[in-house]
């Protein structure tokens, strides 16, 4: 027979450790918020609720000073000295040589005649890229994002596709399309009959590899960016000129491109960053190789200050960067400005 006075001593033993468990994780969780709670009760009072949203987004500002604002103001300080000691305090004051050196040319269009070849080689591999580059994103993303905003079978399966890239590291996308690329990887053993083609070793190929390499795994942050764009342009426009006799291409024309035209901005705006600032995809993906025929400006600023231990140069030549780059954000956002005015009016 079965004994339930047992069964029930062991029952309520066992809901006795399992509420006395829960009790003490109640008081874990509990206590500690309860005390953060009477804390910030006390700061309130004493400095007002005007005043607790600086309180909340500290911690966000400590992070931004310590890990961009102060290596940006360091950077301005060791463009301006000079030695090979990373300690401020051990750098001596040079003034502008560090910027006079990277500037000084006989002819700017032959870096051979520059005191720092290497940095006009790599401002030039940089303007290339940047212009092929943006281009291409620009308008595959237009027309993708076109395409995408259509009523299609498994439209969300194919933007997921298209975004997918984008969630890759870029140091796996460069080692997934060398081994594509490689003598013996895949591309050359579909292609070539006997004699590999020199993706990775001839100058032209390479930097055509670079570009589509970069456009193929960012694209899709821009298409998603432009589709967003897309799908905040009113229905009703569209059916309007439809009524009026208005074609598919001229409805693009007259009204999808005027009304994208903010949204293109912000794209043309961080592709032009984001391809200045091409560095982590290139560097593994070739090495700035063959020769310096895919050398960009970020490699030169690396290789200055942690190969080179030139850590002036090397801040010199990224101050010259940010200013370049600042310059074209700000002509664009002017010209853009300037047309918005011009429609207006």
């Known amino acids: 027979m079965t004994d339930f006075s047992t069964v029930s001593e062991s029952t309520f033993e066992e809901r006795s450790f399992w509420d006395r468990l829960g009790a003490f994780i109640i008081s874990v969780l509990v206590l500690p918020l309860a005390l953060l709670d009477g804390l910030l009760s006390r700061l309130q009072a004493r400095i007002g609720i005007q005043r607790m949203g600086y309180w909340f987004i500290l911690p966000n500002l400590l992070i931004f000073g310590t890990f961009i604002l102060l290596p940006m103001l360091l950077n301005f300080y060791y463009g301006f000295t000079g030695g090979t000691s990373i300690l401020p305090q051990n750098r001596t004051w040079v003034g502008t040589e560090n ?7 006989e002819d700017y269009t032959r870096p051979l005649t520059c005191t720092e070849d290497l940095f006009w080689r790599g401002a030039a591999n940089t303007v290339r890229f940047v212009v092929i580059e943006v281009t291409a994103i620009i308008l595959l993303s237009l027309v993708t994002a ?24 870029p140091v796996v996308v460069a080692l997934i399309w060398k081994w594509i690329l490689q003598p013996q990887g895949v591309l050359n053993s579909l292609l070539a009959d006997g004699r590999p083609i020199p993706f990775l070793t001839n100058a032209d190929w390479a930097m055509f590899w670079v570009i589509v390499v970069h ?85 030169f600023i690396f290789q200055s200050a942690f190969d080179d231990r030139r850590f002036g140069i090397a801040a010199g030549a990224s101050l010259l960067l940010a200013g ?7 002509i664009q956002l002017r010209v853009n400005r300037s047309s918005l005015d011009n429609g207006e009016g």
Request: glycine content about 6%; proline content about 4%; aromatic content about 14%.
């Open 99 to 105: 910027l006079s050196a990277l500037l000084t040319c």
């Open 146 to 169: 076109v395409a995408l905003n259509r009523r299609i079978r498994a439209r969300g399966f194919f933007r997921s596709v298209f975004f997918y890239p984008v969630l890759l590291s």
């Open 215 to 299: 456009v193929w795994a960012q694209m899709g942050f821009y298409t998603l960016i432009l589709l967003a764009g897309l799908q905040a342009i009113p229905k009703d426009l569209y059916e309007a000129a439809s009524m009026d006799g208005a074609n598919e291409w001229s409805r693009f024309w007259h009204i999808t491109l005027p009304l994208l035209r903010p949204t293109m901005l912000v794209v043309l705006v961080l592709t032009l960053i984001r391809s200045v600032q091409v560095f982590d995809l290139a560097f593994v993906f070739t090495g700035g190789g063959p020769g310096t025929a895919t050398q960009f400006l970020v490699q």
């Open 324 to 330: 370049t780059l600042l310059v074209f954000t700000i």
